[in-house]
């Protein structure tokens, strides 16, 4: 019910437009769920990068994407996405999108790992 794409490999620099479209039997589900998008490298944890709350809108990063990533919604296409830039090495990793029911905030979006649905994952390579 969650579908991410948009990965590739880009070089150090560049830039890219990652998608989540959700697909939930509700209207407006955008508004009743936080979504939120995860990294995964190679031999390292999960961690949270960013997430937009349902009900406020507020959004949250994690320290190393600030002002280089944003996250947005697209209510009438049921999308949220992460457009990323001067994407970084350290950047590699294979993102996930996830959504919650639960309030969106720093502590449950970015250190908390535990929402309920999760998408497959999309493959990002920063690399020269």
């Known amino acids: 019910q969650l579908q991410a794409s948009g990965g590739g490999l880009v070089q150090p620099g560049g830039s890219l437009r990652l998608s989540c479209v959700v697909s939930?039997?509700?209207?407006?589900?955008?508004?009743?769920?936080?979504i939120a998008w995860f990294r995964q490298a190679p031999g390292k944890e999960r961690e949270g990068v960013s997430c937009?709350?349902?009900?406020?809108?507020?959004?949250y990063y994690r320290d190393s994407v600030k002002g280089r990533f944003a996250i947005s919604r697209d209510t009438a296409k049921n999308t949220v996405y992460l457009q990323m830039n001067n994407l970084e090495p350290e950047d590699t990793a294979i993102y996930y999108c996830?959504?919650?029911?639960?309030?969106?905030?720093?502590?449950?979006?970015?250190?908390?790992?535990?929402?309920?649905?999760w998408g497959q994952g999309t493959q990002v390579t920063v690399s020269s």
């Open positions: 996830a959504a919650d029911a639960r309030l969106g905030s720093y502590n449950f979006c970015i250190v908390r790992n535990d929402f309920t649905s």
């Open positions: 939930m039997p509700a209207r407006d589900i955008l508004d009743y769920y936080t």
């Open positions: 937009v709350d349902g009900a406020d809108k507020k959004t």
